[in-house]
């Protein structure tokens, strides 16, 4: 049916899908518009799902032999009482959590990828799609053309594919920030912690055997663009605000503004068909999530999962997308609506307002952890 396939963007999500494609015997070009890769290495949390879908594509192990698998995250008060505990329980042999640096996660699949014969096209994008009903003719923008049966936009949340097929969607800023950081690892850290403050919350991650990074989550109003030369002092102050060893400890280390991960938080839904003609959506340019459930680069690395099941079953191509969309599109929608949900409680408690009647983040986050762990 289908032979050659075009993966726009290699991040996480593109090289997902590119490696299975790849592995299942079909012809893939990959185009990433950045020149080269620099990855900054601030760390995310794959949860047991993540891992199952990683899995599926062949590099899970490698993924957890160069992070840190950790159980369930303890969740505390500022001065380190525990008050409760989030994640889901282990899938198999995963377990509950693995962290990892996105350099790591980056390099793992890259070298998977030159593993299977891969070629990537760097500081390429698309300029044209010509998407027919039979065949997408797409123009670069170093000037080459090329014709493909089926063009996987995975170029993230402002996606030029997307625009290019659909048009224009507007991201929705929720009125939140996140602010990153790597460390060295305190010898402490047996797990994952998140501390809880009126004004914000401090998450302390294992990221490998001897690094660590610290999420923290602030309300920064109606102008959340931040100085550069102010980031250090301003992370600095917002840790301060947590009298526990863990994290007065590397406090001293937060010195270089370069290396402060901060960006304001945003989410896309995409409303059905994520298809059209020859062209697909995956990834955050079908869902932008915020990290409040920890599971944006899992829904890709499970979308890509998915597409490559249902472009090796029999069916016509637009069969094939809508049958990929019908077994993403209600749990996509659930983690962004859930996430949305946990970030507007956040923000009423930052900016001291009253929580609906009946709110209870730990047992929605809960709730939701549990219906991850169902087969995608």
Not at 6 to 18: C, H, Y
Not at 164 to 173: P, Q, S
Not at 228 to 246: F, H, N, R, T, W
Request: hydrophobic share 40%.
């Amino acid at each position: 049916m289908t032979k050659k396939i075009l993966v726009v963007g290699a991040g996480i999500g593109g090289q997902s899908v590119a490696i299975g494609l790849k592995k299942a015997g079909f012809e893939v070009d990959v185009v990433e518009i950045h020149k080269e890769f620099n990855v900054y290495g601030v760390g995310i949390i794959q949860q047991a799902n993540a891992l199952r879908a990683l899995d599926a594509i062949g590099v899970a192990d490698e993924a957890m032999r160069r992070g840190s698998p950790y159980g369930k995250v303890k969740l505390c008060l500022p001065h380190g009482v525990q008050i409760g505990e989030a994640g889901t329980p282990p899938i198999g042999r995963f377990p509950s959590h693995n962290g990892i640096s996105r350099r790591i996660l980056h390099d793992v699949l890259f070298e998977e990828a030159q593993k299977v014969g891969l070629k990537y096209r760097m500081g390429v994008t698309v300029k044209t799609i010509d998407n027919q009903l039979d065949i997408a003719n797409v123009t670069f923008s170093d000037g080459t053309s090329g014709s493909y049966d089926i063009v996987i936009a995975a170029d993230g949340v402002n996606s030029k594919v997307r625009k290019l097929i659909f048009g224009e969607f507007k991201t929705n800023y929720v009125g939140l920030s996140v602010w990153r950081y790597a460390f060295k690892r305190p010898t402490s850290l047996d797990t994952g912690y998140i501390f809880f403050n009126k004004k914000h919350k401090l998450g302390v991650i294992p990221m490998t055997a001897e690094l660590c990074y610290i999420f923290l989550n602030s309300a920064e109003g109606d102008n959340p663009s931040i100085p550069e030369d102010q980031l250090v002092d301003k992370l600095k102050a917002y840790m301060s605000a947590y009298p526990i060893a863990m994290v007065q400890e590397l406090i001293p280390q937060v010195t270089d503004a370069k290396l402060v991960n901060y960006r304001t938080l945003e989410t896309l839904k995409m409303p059905a068909p994520w298809y059209k003609n020859r062209v697909v959506v995956l990834g955050d340019a079908a869902h932008t999530t915020i990290p409040q459930l920890g599971s944006g680069a899992a829904l890709a690395i499970e979308d890509a999962v998915v597409l490559i099941e249902e472009l090796q079953n029999e069916g016509s191509v637009e069969e094939v997308f809508e049958r990929y969309m019908k077994r993403r599109y209600d749990r996509c929608k659930m983690v962004v609506e859930v996430s949305e949900t946990l970030g507007a409680w956040e923000l009423l408690e930052y900016t001291d307002q009253p929580l609906p009647e009946g709110a209870n983040m730990g047992m929605l986050m809960g709730k939701t952890g549990m219906a991850l762990t169902e087969e995608i």
